[in-house]
């Protein structure tokens, strides 16, 4: 799974971060679904469901955003998981060189 930001991870327009909540689609879902206990059995389960609304949410870019540049250690944001996050952060940080 590639991942990609149209800017770097520190930089975010502040009323960009407070507005796209508004448009958010799992603006109506149980926040539980989002917060899983664990990554397998039930757990994986609620990650698929809530990944499969983050996929057709219009804001979930700025959702991913948000949680790069505010750390989110836990949960489901703009479709990622907590352990995605942390190597898009790692990968992010690499020198140009490496990556090629």
Same mark, same amino acid.
């Given at each position: 799974?590639?991942?990609?930001?149209?800017?770097?991870?520190? #930089?975010?327009?502040?009323?960009?971060?407070?507005?796209?909540?508004?448009?958010?689609?799992?603006?109506?879902?149980?926040? #539980?679904? @989002?917060?899983?206990?664990?990554?397998?059995?039930?757990? @994986?389960? #609620?990650?698929?469901?809530?990944?499969?609304?983050?996929?057709?949410?219009?804001?979930?870019?700025?959702?991913?955003?948000?949680?790069?540049?505010?750390?989110?250690?836990?949960?489901?944001?703009?479709?990622?998981? #907590?352990?995605?996050?942390?190597?898009?952060?790692?990968?992010?940080?690499?020198?140009?060189?490496?990556?090629?």
């Amino acid at each position: 799974m590639a991942f990609t930001l149209e800017r770097p991870v520190d #930089e975010v327009d502040d009323q960009a971060v407070v507005n796209w909540r508004d448009y958010a689609a799992c603006k109506s879902c149980s926040p #539980e679904l @989002f917060f899983p206990a664990g990554t397998t059995g039930a757990a @994986f389960d #609620e990650i698929v469901a809530a990944k499969a609304v983050c996929a057709v949410c219009p804001v979930q870019t700025a959702c991913l955003r948000f949680a790069l540049v505010t750390n989110q250690a836990y949960g489901i944001w703009g479709g990622t998981t #907590e352990a995605d996050r942390v190597l898009m952060k790692r990968l992010s940080r690499r020198p140009a060189a490496l990556s090629a």
